[in-house]
């Protein structure tokens, strides 16, 4: 080994696995190409709030923006060790790591949802 301590190496492995069993396969980072991974889990993300939330997707660091009532699926596709996600909420903001490194936003109708701050309506 090159010095590196086992444990850390095992938590680095951990998450990179993923990325190195699914990449192959996904062919590019859209949403189409990401859908043919397979084996999808949805999760659904729900703004109860009264001010806009935040979704910020990880590992790619892509940021969403729910308005008030607005709910949407982050699915995660491909493989993944232990589970899909792992979430991290903050003050007007909720953080979820798709541990399988490829995941979409779409609305209740399955539609893409857009990336970025959106006008308030």
């Known amino acids: ?3 590196q301590d086992p444990v850390q190496r095992a938590d680095i492995d951990r998450i990179i696995d993923p990325l190195k069993t699914n990449m192959p396969e996904a062919g590019d980072l859209g949403f189409e190409a990401i859908q043919q991974l ?10 109860d709030g ?22 949407v699926y982050v699915t995660s596709y491909g493989t993944w060790d232990g ?8 003050t007007d903001c909720l953080t979820v790591w798709a ?11 399955g539609n893409e949802f857009p990336p970025g ?3 308030h309506a």
């Open 1 to 3: 080994m090159d010095g």
């Open 38 to 47: 397979g084996n999808p889990v949805p999760l659904l993300v729900q703004n």
């Open 50 to 71: 009264k001010e806009c939330l935040q979704l910020w997707l990880e590992p790619f660091g892509q940021d969403y923006w729910l308005k008030p009532g607005e709910a």
């Open 83 to 90: 589970h899909p996600f792992e979430t991290m909420h903050e």
């Open 99 to 109: 541990m399988s490194w490829f995941a979409t936003v779409s609305d209740r109708d």
């Open 117 to 119: 701050r959106r006008e």
